[in-house]
Structures are given as structure tokens and as C-alpha cells.
């Protein structure tokens, strides 16, 4: 059975700083993965996707992730966080691409002013 | 992206009445959608899947009587929590997708709080 784990439950960062949000994933075959973001109350914003390709995937805000298919990583990074990225942060892995997702606990992102 | 429309984004019902959540894909034919429900400071977790004009397939643990999915045209799918209880609050949230090889986008969900 697929799963994701984000060992991270909350970080706490200041604004300027670099981010790196862990995100390790088991599953069968080639995954597609996804980095979602949520503010407080709010649906889910799509920060970046794999299918295949090149394993640096940059996406919305600033977000890169990293595929590493010998750690069954996807590790999401931003070179300086701003304070407005404070929210959760959702890792998923798609079974096929359009069809349903199984995510990860969720990280929560403080920044500090 | 493509544009899938939730509604209502926020809604209160009393204790043993009803609620139909609506999920729209307005700008693509969805042959599935996708409900997933959201405890507070928790995860996704998906509760059905629903084709259009079939039943919907629920995961393991979820009532189907309780949660009642209607697929009934490309562009519409709604869940209806009947007889609410308080246990039933929660965020909901659809995703729709044009098909198996292509991309599901997510509504922006429904935050259901049952008194």
C-alpha cells in the first residue's frame, strides 16, 4: 500500500532563512508526486508536481522539490522563506495522476519575523 | 489549471438534519471525482470515489449511508451528510479529474460545523 510520511510536524523558521520540508513516500511503482500547500481555513494550492524527467522540480512562490528515487524522497526547499508562506504543507503521492491521493500528515511552517 | 468549484465554502446545520455539499468542474468534464475529509490538524483522508453515472466506491470505515455521493453529470458531484451529529464536523473537500491519465484539481472545500 502506498504512504507518505513528513516527519516534521511543525518548523519554525525566520523569515529570510532557507526551508527544506522532508517528505518520504512508499510505493510500488514510479510515483507521482505533489506538494501542497494550506493556509487556515483554506483548500489546497498545488506548489509543484513529478511525473518524470528531470528530479528538480521548481514550482509556484519560489518552491523547488527534489525526486531522489534511492531515498524515496521529495524533499520541498525555498532559499528564503517570506512571512506569508507560514501554513501547511502537504505531501501526496498520486496513484495515477488523476486519480486519488494519499498525503502525508502535513508540516506545519511558522516564520519568524 | 483547471477550475473546480465547491459550495458552499462554509455551512451550519443542526444535529440530525442534512447538508448536500455541491463540487463543480467548471471548465472540464470530470469523470471522477475525488471527496477527501479533513479532521482538524490532521490529514486528508479519502472517503469515496465516485464515477460518473456509477456508485460511488467508499474507502474502508466510511458510512455509506451517511455519506451519500451523487455523480450524476460530467460536471457535478455532491455529497450529502444525512442526520449530522457533531462528530460530523469537519473540512470536506472534492477532487475532480478528466479521466485516469489525467491531472485531479482540488476544490477549495467546505467547512461543516453541525450544533
Known amino acids: 500500500a502506498q504512504s507518505v510520511t513528513q516527519p516534521d510536524i511543525h518548523i519554525t523558521v525566520s523569515e529570510g532563512a532557507s526551508l527544506e520540508l522532508r517528505c518520504n513516500y512508499s510505493?510500488?511503482?514510479?510515483?507521482?508526486l505533489f506538494w501542497y500547500v494550506q493556509s487556515p481555513g483554506q483548500g489546497l494550492q498545488l506548489l509543484l508536481k513529478?511525473?518524470?524527467?528531470?528530479?528538480l522540480v521548481q514550482g509556484i512562490k519560489g518552491f523547488e522539490a527534489e525526486f531522489k528515487r534511492s531515498q524515496s524522497s521529495f524533499n520541498l526547499r525555498k532559499p528564503s522563506v517570506h512571512w506569508s508562506d507560514a501554513a501547511e504543507y502537504f505531501c501526496?503521492?498520486?496513484?495515477?495522476?488523476?486519480?486519488?491521493?494519499?498525503f502525508g500528515p502535513g508540516t506545519r511552517l511558522s516564520v519568524l519575523p | 489549471g483547471a477550475v473546480v468549484s465547491q459550495h458552499p465554502s462554509r455551512v451550519i446545520c443542526k444535529s440530525g438534519t442534512s447538508v448536500k455539499i455541491e463540487c463543480r468542474s467548471l471548465?472540464?468534464?470530470?469523470?471522477?471525482m475525488f471527496w477527501y475529509r479533513q479532521f482538524p490538524k490532521k490529514s486528508l483522508m479519502l472517503m469515496a470515489t465516485?464515477?460518473?453515472?456509477?456508485?460511488?466506491?467508499?474507502e474502508q470505515g466510511v458510512e455509506k449511508d451517511k455519506f451519500l455521493i451523487n455523480h450524476a453529470s460530467l460536471t457535478l458531484s455532491t455529497l450529502t451528510v444525512t442526520s449530522a451529529h457533531p462528530e460530523d464536523s469537519s473540512f470536506y473537500i472534492c477532487?475532480?479529474?478528466?479521466?485516469?491519465?489525467?491531472?485531479?484539481?482540488f476544490g477549495q472545500g467546505t467547512r461543516l460545523t453541525v450544533v
Open positions: 477532487s475532480a479529474s478528466g479521466g485516469p491519465d489525467t491531472e485531479a484539481f
Open positions: 510505493y510500488g511503482a514510479t510515483p507521482y
Open positions: 513529478y511525473f518524470s524527467g528531470d528530479t
Open positions: 501526496a503521492v498520486g496513484v495515477y495522476y488523476g486519480q486519488n491521493f494519499v
Open positions: 471548465d472540464f468534464q470530470a469523470t471522477t
Open positions: 465516485s464515477n460518473e453515472g456509477s456508485k460511488a466506491t467508499y
